[in-house]
């Protein structure tokens, strides 16, 4: 199961969720580029909780260099799948989450929800030598916000089956739940850290994550907030859209819904639209005109019911215009 995207649109662009991401991708091309002084780089800028707990050991480090290894850690990672892994979970979940908080307190938050999931990690593995990096719990706490927050949101999921591309989506509590449960697990099979993931980070995130979340719901948005967000707001929806078509008996067509916002329906726009029907490959685009009114129907030739002649019937989709 592959996660594409979730169903609920963002009004704004995630500018420091993608930031964010972009300030990895730097980071993890600095640190490829360090040779043979790469375990020195990791272990220098990653989480070592001996470097706090060991006298010996701490006396070779300064204050200053303790405190940004706290930061500095959740932007290495161990490879270049690792990090594709965690922007991808980052781009999914983050920008719902960025619209919620805004772009200031989110910044803020995703850096408390890297801390804490840190600090789990250094109790957990009080005496450990071996450093712990990545955004994995950074990203834990994004998700966990994003379970408090849109719980009946569904994650679209792409499963290949022989080569054939089916979507279907996930409900958001139970994909995100699911992740939970598998990291507890893990955690409590193996020892801390055990096959280099740091599963208590990842448990201590996504908790964190929640009471931040509540936290920051107390906080009122800064000043700066409101000409950020007039500056951001989107104005298209989602290229990829999902649409569960209705039927009505005796009728061959199909009947669904497409969402646009009103620049998209001013201007026009193209989706690429996947229709769920079994185990049917169903995907197609879809182009909308130009001055295309709410409530205009788009009729799609050959994409509705199957007839006992082998002929088909007409997906009609109608356009609902979102702001």
């Known amino acids: 199961m592959i996660p594409i995207r979730d169903t609920v649109p963002s009004r704004r662009y995630p500018v420091v969720t993608h930031g964010i991401i972009a300030l990895n991708g730097l980071v993890f091309l600095i640190q490829m580029g360090q040779g043979q002084g790469l375990d020195r780089f990791v272990y220098y800028y990653g989480l ?18 303790q405190l940004f290894s706290l930061v500095s850690f959740m932007f290495l990672h161990g490879g270049f799948f690792h990090l594709l892994g965690n922007m991808w979970s980052l781009y999914i979940f983050g920008d719902n989450v960025e619209d919620r908080l805004g772009h200031v307190r989110f910044l ?18 009080y005496y450990s030598n071996v450093p712990t990096i990545g955004a994995s719990g950074a990203i834990a706490g ?15 999921t792409l499963i290949p089956l022989f080569f054939i591309p089916y979507f279907i989506e996930v409900p958001a509590f139970l994909f995100l739940g699911i992740w939970f449960l598998f990291q507890f697990l893990s955690a409590a099979g193996s020892s801390g850290a055990g096959g280099g993931i740091a599963w208590w980070a990842h448990i201590g995130g996504f908790l964190f994550g929640m009471v931040f979340l509540k936290f920051f719901d107390r906080i009122p948005s800064t000043g700066i907030s409101r ?3 007039r500056l951001t707001e ?60 709410p409530g205009s129907r788009l009729r799609l030739k050959g994409m509705g019911k199957e007839l006992p002649d082998g002929t088909r019937g007409d997906l009609i989709l109608k356009v609902e215009v979102t702001s």
């Open 48 to 65: 070592v909780p001996a470097r706090y707990s060991v006298d010996q050991i701490a006396a070779y480090f300064s204050t200053a260099q």
């Open 227 to 229: 000409p950020l967000n």
């Open 234 to 293: 989107k104005k298209t929806s989602h290229r990829l859209q999902m649409v569960r078509p209705d039927a009505i008996r005796e009728d061959p067509n199909l009947y669904g819904t497409i969402r646009i916002t009103p620049f998209e329906a001013l201007v026009g726009t193209r989706k690429l639209v996947t229709v769920p029907r079994g185990f049917e490959k169903r995907m197609f685009r879809v182009s909308v005109p130009a001055d295309t009114r």
């Open 108 to 125: 803020l938050f995703y850096f408390l929800c890297g801390l804490a999931s840190g600090i789990s990690h250094l109790v957990i593995n």
């Open 142 to 156: 994004v998700m966990g916000a994003y379970f408090l927050t849109y719980p009946h949101a569904k994650i679209l």
